[in-house]
């Protein structure tokens, strides 16, 4: 991977189990030595979500809207992350390995850049949904080699 960015809202996402349109596994980010075990991208999403904004960072530009009352409090804004990034990005998924740099969380949602490790490839993103769509993609990229072959007969013609 090139350049390793270190970012506040930095996470290393790691699948450990994949079913279509849904994946499993744990997440390391700055402020816990421990993963974080999430069930699908929505749960990671938003258990990253009460993270960063137990840190303050990377801070939220709206208040959350919700239609039951919550009590707001204060972000603990640590003095330092736990984890070094370069130690953080060391660990592997058993199907894919992400690391997500949250930049911006703004339009409710999130902004920022992700690197697909194994793959060696890096996308911007400009919201949530995004971000998931681009982590979905690459297991697309990985199906098994007669997945494609079954898929590609099945779009030639019939011949008569």
């Known amino acids: ?12 996402v790691c699948v450990n189990e994949e079913e279509p349109g849904s994946f ?22 938003l258990i990253a979500e009460k993270i960063f904004d137990g840190e303050g960072a990377p801070m939220a530009f709206l208040a959350e809207r919700s239609f039951k009352k919550k009590t707001v409090r204060k972000p603990s804004r640590r003095l330092g992350a736990l984890n070094d990034t370069k130690e ?7 199907k894919a390995t992400f ?3 949250v930049i911006f969380r703004q339009h409710a949602s999130w902004q920022g850049k992700v690197s697909w490790v194994e793959g060696k ?9 995004e971000l998931i769509k ?5 297991m697309e ?19 008569k």
């Open 24 to 45: 499993s596994g744990e997440f390391y980010h700055r402020y816990s030595a421990e993963p974080v075990k999430f069930t699908n991208l929505l749960d990671m999403i």
């Open 121 to 129: 490839k890096t996308s911007y993103f400009r919201s949530a949904l």
């Open 1 to 12: 991977m090139e350049r390793i960015e270190s970012y506040p809202g930095t996470l290393c």
């Open 99 to 101: 690391v997500v740099n």
């Open 134 to 138: 681009l982590m979905d993609s690459t």
């Open 141 to 159: 990229e990985s199906e098994p080699k007669e997945l494609e072959n079954l898929h590609q007969s099945q779009d030639m013609p019939c011949e």
């Open 88 to 94: 953080m990005i060391k660990h592997e998924g058993m």
